[in-house]
């Protein structure tokens, strides 16, 4: 017996900057992950400190004029922008009822500011989502998936100036307006939290540029929640009865002890990291708590007038995330610390980790579906969940991924016992459902795919698509709805 309901969306995400690759193909502009570099010989240390969650100045303007592509590897991605066919059709054999990705800013407006959208550029979404369609998939498409087109941080300054708002609603506009009919599920902004994390890739920022970085990072936050909500007033207004939502990453956090400091710190993470990016989305306010952490971080927020009942009036209609590990909440400064999605967090010594450091928490995910929809009572969708690996084909060409398998069944019983609970739980869209680039390490050799893909991280290869192990198990946990994984 099934826990999960007769139309659950059984599903796999990716995002057009970490696949599709053609950067400078098709009329696409030059955006803020095309500048992201990538050397495959750094050794652990070196790919650690260079992760870019902190741009510099110096390596801005050196990837303006690169033409280098072997070292920036979201210029060539997967080339997802000329196999889309070849992979939905992997998709459609899969199983997939709903296909996740993000469009590319840049490839409809190149510059951000144009006056006009580039047509080749829509036209490949329209082709791209009647694909989908064709092949029995629903459409969730995120409309900013990190990557900004490179003109509005160089003319602009990128999110910290209000009239990004503008520009990023022309640009939702021609959305509802050319992709409307196509599209099932619409999300705004993919992670929005991210913004605080990982400033480059959420509000495009320049470290060495600000005199108070958190005062830039919560300015440029505050500007996506608006035109979150304004992007949502906009898709109710042009395609009545739409699904318009917002995403957090969620990192769901466990008190080190029952010290009550260890308890109340557990508090403070969760609402700092998580809760006051939802709130403001889902209930439309800013929270109380925040005017302490504004006040401790030394933030003024700039608002408008206008700005309280925007948020107020135009709230999400269901919020989704990604979930990929847990943590522990402690002020206790020798606690060991390992790596996870966007910043390192103290380790748990009850739970195993990834290649790469992130722990492995299933009930973590029932916690956090439990936890999210006891509080705002809207529909929840997972955005994102998989496990990266260094995935190797053995001499028959066949990938043994049998860890991936445990990881999948693990949190796909943790969903089905919190649909048992009572959540409401639209859809399961599972992270880099085909290889790509790995955008926290940016990194080829960390792969997710259920699906191989013949590239190292140089990006050279055959581009061969091959079926691992965990193909055959997703098909299966498809076809019998979660009752036997």
Known sequence: MSHFPQNFLWGGAIAASQAEGAWNEGGKGLDTQDLRVFDADWDAAQRRKNRDINMTTERFETALTAQDIEHYPFRWGIDFYHTYKQDLALMQELGLKIFRTSISWARIYPNGDDAQPNEEGIRYYVNLFTECHKRGMKVFATILHYATPVNLITKYGGWKNRQMIDFYLRYCKTLYERLGSLVDYWLPFNEINCSRFNPWNGCCLIKDQEENYDQAIFQCTHHQLVANALAVKLCH????????????????????????????????????????????????????????????????????????????????????????????????????????????????????????????????????????????????????????????????????????????????????????????????????????????????????????????EAGHGSNQRLKKDSFAWYQHCITTNGAEI
């Open 237 to 456: 207004e042009m395609i009545p009865g739409s699904m318009v939502g917002g995403m957090i990453a969620r990192f769901t956090s466990y008190p080190a002890t029952c010290d009550p400091d260890d308890v109340m710190s557990g508090i403070l993470d969760e609402n700092y990291k998580n809760y006051f990016y939802t709130d403001v989305m889902a209930r439309g306010y800013y929270p109380a708590y925040s005017r302490r952490m504004f006040r401790e971080l030394g933030v003024t927020v700039q608002m408008e007038p206008g700005d309280e009942e925007i948020l107020r009036e135009n709230t999400v209609d269901f919020l989704s995330f990604s979930y990929y590990m847990s943590m522990i909440s402690t002020n206790n400064k020798d606690y060991e610390v390992t790596s996870g999605n966007l910043l390192s967090g103290k380790k748990n010594p009850y739970l195993q980790t990834s290649e790469w450091g992130w722990q492995i928490d299933p009930k973590g995910l029932r916690i956090s579906l439990n936890e999210m929809y006891d509080r705002y009572q809207l529909p929840l969708f997972i955005a994102e969940n998989g496990i990266g690996a260094n995935d190797q084909p053995d001499a028959e060409g066949a990938i043994h991924d049998s860890y991936r398998i445990d990881y999948l069944r693990a949190h796909i019983e943790q969903m089905g016992e919190a649909i048992e609970d009572g959540v409401n739980l639209l859809g399961y869209t599972m992270w880099g459902i085909i290889d790509i680039i790995s955008c926290g390490t940016i990194e080829m050799n960390k792969r997710y795919g259920v699906i191989y893909v013949d590239r190292n």
